[in-house]
Nanobody, 130 residues
Framework: QAQLVESGGGLVQPGGSLRLSCVAS????????MTWVRQAPGKGLEWVSDIRSDGSSASYTDSVKGRFTISRDNTKNTLFLQMNSLKPEDTAVYYCANGPSPPGVVSGTRPPRRSDYAFWGQGTQVTVSS
């Protein structure tokens, strides 16, 4: 069955960097847009970024633009999220999921729901603190 496994989270100081990875199996990874979603403590899901199936374009929520970069390696069935200039408000569990995200989620009209995506990973914790 389809599986997504995230890794790369951890504790980092403000201003630091982390690179998250998400390894996919059990489905044709290269055929799907992919998504990163996060959930901060005590809050709901927040869409972070989408990337097209061929990696040709990406979109980001405003709060991470210029700091985060989504990418993928379709030869290794792996999705990445490079996170630079991290802030305490980036603290969250980060999930990868198969996209594309609904237009309303990308535009910010509504938050993502688990039911928007067929496949989810287990999440990786990112904590930004001094």
């Amino acid at each position: 069955q389809a599986q997504l496994v995230e890794s790369g989270g951890g504790l980092v100081q403000p201003g630091g960097s982390l690179r998250l990875s998400c390894v996919a199996s059990g489905f044709t990874f290269r055929s799907f847009s992919m998504t990163w979603v996060r959930q901060a403590p005590g809050k709901g899901l927040e869409w972070v970024s989408d990337i097209r199936s061929d990696g040709s374009s990406a979109s980001y929520t405003d709060s991470v633009k210029g700091r985060f970069t989504i990418s993928r390696d379709n030869t290794k069935n792996t999705l990445f999220l490079q996170m630079n200039s991290l802030k305490p408000e980036d603290t969250a569990v980060y999930y990868c999921a198969n996209g594309p995200s609904p237009p309303g989620v990308v535009s910010g009209t509504r938050p993502p729901r688990r039911s928007d995506y067929a496949f989810w990973g287990q999440g990786t914790q990112v904590t930004v603190s001094s």
